[in-house]
């Protein structure tokens, strides 16, 4: 078998190009979404980042504040700077780009973001709502995946689904998504002592490591969609997922590349987030 690709930069222009239309509307009702992107210190990989979501929000019509800091900007000042956007009323969403500088604590600075502004998904009240099940903001990757799913009509209903992975960011809000869809979830972890054991029964596996090749072609049942949310380096330097590609894309049914697949979807998510913000805040006032 050879697996179908599941294409996120094609999926997420189309989405793109649906928030856009939804900028249009607000526009007309003299509203303009607005997102402001925190950044505090130098880190290469968070400056490439912070640039494609600024550059995002200006493709699809929304404002957009860039607000750089020096990696020394004491916690005080940040928490007051989020307070401040948090007031802003041109401003309908908030991300602190991670990682922070050690001094900074980072749940404190989340938690000072406005839970009605917090797009990221990350605030501990985003998390408890889709802990229960109430409306909230999704964390952008496992939104992304989800939608993956959905375009490929692969409803999760009944399905297996196996996550690997943990993190507050990924892998538990996956797995929180999925349990909504009404999958039977396996979540794994680095404690697990088969990891084959558990992705071999799996009709959806999300990796979400930060390692290479840690779902080869003997772990996945033909047939399933594999979903690689990593992000590394192979030892020529290129950017490769948690899966080796070229074993599994053999066994699987549908696979994400990397890159060029959940990575823009995330991106896309983020906007799908802010223009929610915007039109919910829009609504608010009356
Ligand atoms: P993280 O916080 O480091 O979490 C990694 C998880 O993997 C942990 O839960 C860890 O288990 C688990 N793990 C480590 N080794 C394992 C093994 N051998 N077998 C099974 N599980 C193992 O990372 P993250 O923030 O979730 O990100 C994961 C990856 O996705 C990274 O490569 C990151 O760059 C990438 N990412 C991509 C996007 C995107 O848009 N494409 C977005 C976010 C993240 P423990 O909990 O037991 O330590």
């Given at each position: 078998m050879t697996a179908k690709l599941i294409d996120g930069n094609a999926l997420a222009r189309h989405i793109r190009s649906e928030v856009a239309q939804r900028v249009a509307a607000l526009a007309e009702q003299g509203h303009r979404p607005g997102l402001a992107v925190i950044l505090v210190g130098h880190n290469p990989a968070s400056q490439v980042y912070v640039k494609h979501k600024v550059a995002d929000c200006e493709s699809v019509g929304m404002h957009s504040v860039l607000d750089r800091h020096p990696a020394e900007l004491p916690e005080a000042e940040l928490l007051a700077r989020i307070r401040e956007l948090n007031a802003d009323p041109g401003i309908h969403g908030i991300l602190v780009q991670l990682?922070?500088?050690?001094?900074?604590d980072a749940n404190k600075v989340i938690e000072t973001i406005s839970p009605a502004k917090d797009v990221d998904g990350f605030h501990v009240a985003s998390a408890g709502a889709l802990m229960i099940g109430r409306a909230g903001f999704k964390a952008c990757t496992p939104y992304g995946c989800m939608k993956m799913l959905e375009s490929i009509g692969c409803d999760p209903r009944g399905k297996h689904a196996v996550v690997i992975g943990r993190s507050n960011i990924v892998g538990k809000p996956m797995a929180m998504l999925l349990l909504q869809a009404n999958a039977t979830v396996t979540v794994c972890h680095s404690a697990t002592p088969d990891l084959a054991h558990h992705t071999r029964q799996a009709d959806i596996v999300v990796a979400a490591v930060g390692k290479r090749n840690v779902l080869t072609a003997d772990m996945v049942k033909p047939g399933a969609v594999v979903i690689d949310v990593g992000m590394n380096r192979n030892d020529e330097g290129k950017l490769c997922g948690d899966v080796d590609f070229d074993g599994v894309s053999k066994v699987a049914g549908w696979i994400t590349p990397v890159p060029g697949g959940v990575g823009p979807m995330t991106r896309a998510m983020l906007l799908v987030n802010t223009i929610e913000a915007a039109e919910l805040s829009t609504l608010a006032q009356g």
């Open positions: 990682p922070l500088p050690a001094h900074i």
